[in-house]
């Protein structure tokens, strides 16, 4: 089948990656994956990859760590056992609520960080022990590769690949994916 | 090249009589006698004390105030004896006091002639503090030799512009007070130190020539800086090599230094030293944190002013969101310091600090704890998001609200020591506010109308005008 056949260009310069980019998507290629050693400003918009919305997930995960905060010591300090320390005033929240911003503030930014953090480990799969799913191994050092998807356009492809400046253009026949 | 256009300029002049009247007015309704003061809060009285005010004041005074009476400062014990007034009697044992039978009286009395001084000195305070955070802001970007903002600098000297007609303006109202024109700082008065202990230790700070000494210098460091920065900067627009753009850099790396020391005395002398028996070790960063996000509020303003009547063509929404961030990030800069002050002093809790805070949480609530929304919760959950930082009407939005809340910061400073529970945003206030508010756009835009908008000899203005975030 076609459909399990790519194409992977190699490029050897950001800035030659990012107008290849732009041209194979004008040409109406479907670009399966780009590989690259650092990250490439603009990239994303060439690819027209949708914007993340991490810092939305951050914010909830913020409003639930000071949720957790507040609740755990408006339980502990003014619930549970209101005693006078020190002749701070137990009897509400907000009468000791300066007392507890220190923990609240930093709660929020514990959750926030941590969560979100452990949000996008779960979003781009990774964790220990995983598999690298490098095609190339000079993608971690110095090159740039566009994988393509191949529908019996092979040498139309490769020309326009070709005229984009890549170094280097191979067919891969994809083993099947251990799905 | 920008013109003053004349609808800016007669609202500007509008502002100032408006300003003018009410201020006149605050001036004139002050009592002159200690019956007319004990009338007028009488009156006050008799048709509701709810309002703004917090009814019950008179009645429970807070634990602290009382302490504080017991120190020597007549002053001060007048606010926990205000309820004996009320009850028509006289506080403990204040007949050995020179100022005759109706002590209470005669504090009221004071309390009520400050009034119009005291918002006359807020709102004056307020605008050079904008244009000093301005130029705070200014010599930072030039020190740090920032990429970003060179297409804003003639905003941002426009700006301080108005530091030196500000700053003298307050100088001027201090050695009024030096003259005893007012009671605004009660250390000035001969009378309060004599008895006195705590002030007679500090006569060698606080004493009158020292202090507006101390003021000139400060005043005329600023305005030096100021006036050679601009200078440079204007020369830079002509030069073939980048001397002017070295030299000032160097002087705002110079200046930098100058303002920190500066700007922490200026902030004892002119703000703290209302309250000459009360002292806090971060409070000069603090007033500075205030001068510096008003400061930057202002530039967004204006700079979003000048975009939409077309001038300003190099700068594009990527510099608005960079100053919505800087926005957003001294906003809560400035809520770190005042929970710092305010959580260590509420924390221990000693007497002789905790007073301020007790007559603020007693006597100013409502302004006391709302500027915590407009400068903190307000800007916190509107500017975080990174859209919305680009989007003009919510800076204009967000920015009013933060110069607002500013203002009733330095109202907060100054009110609760100068008029006590006396307080109201009345005539006095408002006008005082809105003369100089006429006043620095006035000074403001004619300044900005002598140069070229776009400074195109700085060295950094081509990342400036391609700057994008």
Known sequence: MSSNQVI???????????????????????????????PVHGLDKALGLAETRISIMAFIYGCIGFAVAILMMNYIMIEDWPQNIGGKPSFSYIEN?????????????????????????????????KAAENPNPLTTDDKFLVEIELHNNEKELKALLKKTGAIDITLIEKQDDHE | MYTFTNKLRNLSI????????????????????????????????????????????HDNHPVGDKADA???DKHHNETAAHEDHHQGGHGEAHDKDAHGEDHHGEHLLHQLQNKPWAALYVAAFFFMMIALGTLAFYAVNRAAQAGWSPALFRVMEGITAYLLPGALIVFVILALSGMHFNHLFIWMDPEVVAHDKLIQGKVGFLNVPGFLIRALIYIGGWATYRYFSRKFSLAQDQADDISNHKKNF????????FFIVTESMMSWDWIMSIDPHWFSTLFGWYVFASMFVSGITTIALITIYLKSKGYLEKVNDSHIHDLGKFMFGISIFWTYLWFSQFMLIWYSNIPEEVTYFITRIEDYNIPFFG???????FPLLILMNSDYKRVNYIIVMTGIVVILGHYVDVFNMIMPSAVGDQWFIGIAEVGGFLFFLGLFIFVVFKEISKAPLHAVGDPFMGESERFHY
């Open chain 1, 8 to 38: 992977q260009a190699l490029y050897d310069d950001d800035d030659v990656l990012l107008s290849a980019v732009k041209s194979i998507r004008e040409e109406k290629h479907h670009i399966e994956e780009v590989y690259t050693p650092f």
């Open chain 1, 97 to 129: 609520m300066p007392a507890f911003v220190p923990i609240m503030f930093e709660l929020t930014v514990f959750f926030a960080a941590h969560l979100m953090v452990i949000t996008f480990y779960l979003r781009s799969k990774l964790w220990p022990f």
């Open chain 2, 14 to 57: 509008i502002l100032m009589v408006i300003g003018f009247l009410g201020l006149t007015y605050g001036f004139l309704t002050a009592p002159n006698t200690v019956e007319q003061a004990n009338a007028m809060v009488a009156d006050g009285h008799g048709d509701g004390h709810g309002g703004d005010h917090g009814a019950g004041t």
């Open chain 2, 70 to 72: 017991h120190a020597d």
């Open chain 2, 250 to 257: 160097r002087i705002s790396a110079g200046f930098l230094v």
């Open chain 2, 371 to 377: 500027m915590l929304i407009m400068n903190f919760i």
